[in-house]
Every structure is written in structure tokens, then in C-alpha cells.
């Protein structure tokens, strides 16, 4: 259950989505709704505010941001579950009596012809998180000896990298490299970067 504040804080988004007429509701619920499909890189909170403006609807910056940010976990929540339109305004009428009917409508509708797209991005993406590369440290070495080689005095790299899972966790992965190997190694890494300098 909400803490007091957390409840506050959503009476206060639909106190705002109540000053909004249907179709300004459906325009700022299909630009977050592209957004979600994988169409657009976000939701230009300033482009938003000129179409509210525009419309007579005047809104602080923070309480724009609160009802796009709202909006976006609503439906990309609805898209995790896979839920249909009746299924988001039953839900969104058992969180508040305070929707007004002809919103739930706007949701109902646009959900209904956009939720299986959002769904469907939702899963790729999900299949395609990947981590991602936050530090890298590195240190040169000789190998003096081994098990089976008295005399070894062979050069190495020692990698460290800080890595963040899909999850939010950091992990750090190590391992050591022939100079050979090494060598082999930065030659990739450039041409990875040739390559998305010309993306």
C-alpha cells in the first residue's frame, strides 16, 4: 500500500490529467506511447508543454514531468503484464476513484491498439538487455615462473572490469592476456570505435 505521501503525490498527477480534455490526453499518451514501441529515442517534456500551452492548459515543469513520468510507468507497466484495455482502466479504477471517465476511455482505447506493439518491444527488450562496461583498469605484469616453467619470464596484461548487470548490479570481471592476445584485443576495440564513429 502507498505511503501517505506517495498517495498525495499520485492525487496531485490526477488532479492534473483532470484539466486535460480528451484528445490533449491522447496526444501526450501517444507520444509516450511511441516512445514505448521503440519508435522515438523519449518523451520531449518541452514539446508537451507547448501542447498544453497551446491548448489553454498551463502546467509547472515538475508537475508536466510527474504526469508524462506517471503515464510512461503506467503503460510500461501495463506492457510487462501484458494487460489488456480492460484490464489497465480496471486497475487504474481500483488505484482511484478520481479518473474521469472519459480518460479511462483515451487509455482504453489507445492501449487498446497499442499495447500487444509495446508488449511485443517490451520483450526485446528485455531479451536484448545486455551489460554494460562502466570501468575498465589494467596493469602490465611479468611472469616470473609457473608450475612447469622455471624460467618463464613472460610479460602479461591483468584486465579489471566494472561491469552493471540489466538488473542495477555491478560486477567486476578479471582475467590476463599474452602481450600477443592483448595486442589482438586493442586492434578490435579500434575498429569498434571506427565503426560507431561512423554511426
Not at 514501441?37 to 514531468?65: C, I, N, P, W, Y
Request: with cysteine.
Amino acid at each position: 500500500m502507498p505511503s501517505a505521501d506517495e498517495s498525495h503525490g499520485v492525487n496531485k498527477v490526477l488532479d492534473n490529467i483532470c484539466k486535460l480534455s480528451p484528445d490533449l490526453l491522447a496526444e501526450a499518451c501517444q507520444h509516450i506511447l511511441t516512445y514505448l514501441q521503440g519508435h522515438t529515442r523519449g518523451v520531449d517534456s518541452a514539446e508537451m508543454s507547448d501542447v498544453f500551452q497551446k491548448a489553454g492548459v498551463s502546467l509547472e515543469h515538475d508537475a508536466l514531468q510527474n504526469m508524462l513520468r506517471y503515464l510512461l510507468l503506467t503503460f510500461r507497466s501495463a506492457g510487462q503484464r501484458n494487460l489488456s484495455g480492460d484490464d489497465l482502466v480496471s486497475r487504474l479504477e481500483e488505484s482511484s476513484n478520481k479518473w474521469p471517465k472519459a480518460s479511462l476511455q483515451v487509455l482504453h482505447k489507445l492501449w487498446s491498439e497499442h499495447g500487444a506493439s509495446v508488449h511485443a518491444q517490451q520483450e526485446v527488450h528485455s531479451m536484448l538487455s545486455i551489460s554494460q562496461l562502466v570501468d575498465m583498469q589494467w596493469k602490465l605484469g611479468m611472469a616470473v615462473s609457473s608450475d612447469t616453467c622455471r624460467s618463464l619470464n613472460s610479460p602479461y596484461v591483468s584486465l579489471l572490469l566494472k561491469i552493471v548487470e540489466p538488473s542495477g548490479q555491478i560486477t567486476h570481471r578479471s582475467f590476463e592476456m599474452t602481450i600477443p592476445q592483448f595486442q589482438n584485443f586493442h586492434k578490435q576495440f579500434k575498429e569498434m570505435a571506427a565503426v560507431m564513429e561512423t554511426v
